[in-house]
């Protein structure tokens, strides 16, 4: 099982990234995939999921701004991000879980974002 992501970078406040997590080894369409944002020595915090059906949840500072979206087809999951804001900057990492027979849950290795003032 693979989660990779993709899209990181560094860009302008005000600026716009889209980041991709692309999985292998699952049955993609079973998992919810959510995003999670990291600062260094900082708790971890969700930034927005999606469920195999389709329904989307965000956090409140991604609310307006983020949109997450999946296309089962490419195994990928799309977060968007307008924007930005320098508080933004973190490493971005994709998760996904599924209820399915059993719970499992897998992740990525991160993508860094770096938003400049």
């Known amino acids: 099982v693979q989660l990779v992501e993709s899209g990181g970078g560094l860009v302008q406040a005000g600026g716009s990234l889209r980041l991709s997590c692309t999985a292998s080894?699952?049955?993609?369409?079973?998992?919810?995939i959510h995003w999670y944002r990291q600062v260094a020595a900082k708790q971890r915090e969700l930034v927005a999921s999606?469920?195999?059906?389709?329904?989307?949840d965000y956090f409140d500072s991604a609310k307006g701004r983020f949109a997450i979206s999946r296309d089962n087809a490419k195994n990928t999951v799309y977060l968007q991000m307008n924007s930005l804001k320098p508080e933004d900057t973190a490493v971005y990492s994709c998760?996904?879980?599924?209820?399915?027979?059993?719970?499992?849950?897998?992740w990525g290795q991160g993508t860094q974002v770096t938003v400049s003032s």
């Open positions: 080894g699952i049955s993609f369409s079973y998992f919810s």
């Open positions: 999606i469920t195999s059906r389709g329904n989307t």
């Open positions: 998760a996904a879980d599924t209820y399915s027979a059993s719970y499992r849950n897998y």
